[in-house]
């Protein structure tokens, strides 16, 4: 449950920077992004992360940089 809170809150965190937040691709990106985020912060490493989630490592790497980075912006 604590990782599932963490998720959530890194959701709404990047929510809050979409332009776009009419349609459910924003929402499904973001939820993605926030879980790879949150799994990273718990110590999952981004292979791991990219094999669970069935997800090409690169694409893995770089939601976890733009995450982290559409965090530091607010």
């Known amino acids: 449950t604590l990782i599932a809170n963490r998720i959530e809150e890194i959701f709404d965190k990047l929510m809050a920077t979409q332009k776009r937040t009419g349609g459910d691709r924003a ?3 973001c939820q993605t992004r926030s879980t ?4 990273q ?6 292979l791991d992360i990219a094999n669970d989630l069935e997800i090409p490592y690169e694409t893995v790497k770089t939601y976890a940089k733009l995450a982290r ?5 607010k």
């Open 27 to 29: 929402t499904q990106v």
């Open 36 to 39: 790879i985020l949150a799994r």
């Open 41 to 46: 912060e718990f110590g999952e490493s981004l």
């Open 69 to 73: 980075r559409a965090l530091k912006i």
